[in-house]
């Protein structure tokens, strides 16, 4: 089993910037892919930005250039450095970990608001 753990969400301006984590942990030991999907009240679940065990990296077109992944191997961590944020990111930021089947995590709720 494998467990999720986001954290690093909140309220932030317009224009502001946000660093979400998410910690994983439990039987770790292939990694096919991670990544950050979000959810907005009403909407369907949405790619964000996704990292395979080889590096390669994917992101949403809502978010390019704006959106940083970025994985810690050794400490099981995923990072998402979000920049430029606007009120349509708003949304439940959720982690998933791929290895043999999806892992999901909590989510964390990010509110883009003046």
């Known amino acids: 089993q494998v467990q999720l753990v986001e954290s690093g969400g909140g309220l932030v301006q317009p224009g502001g910037s946000l660093r979400l984590s998410c910690a994983a942990s439990g039987s770790i030991y292939r990694v096919n892919e991670m990544g950050w999907y979000r959810q907005a009240p009403g909407k369907q679940r949405e790619l964000v930005a996704v990292?395979?065990?080889?590096?390669?990296?994917t992101y949403g077109d809502s978010v390019k250039g704006r959106f940083v992944i970025a994985r810690d191997k050794e400490r099981n961590i995923l990072y998402l450095q979000m920049n430029s944020l606007k009120p349509e990111d708003t949304a439940v930021y959720l982690c998933n970990l791929v290895q043999l089947r999806n892992y999901w995590g909590q989510g964390t709720q990010v509110t883009v608001s003046s």
């Open positions: 990292i395979t065990g080889d590096g390669a990296v």
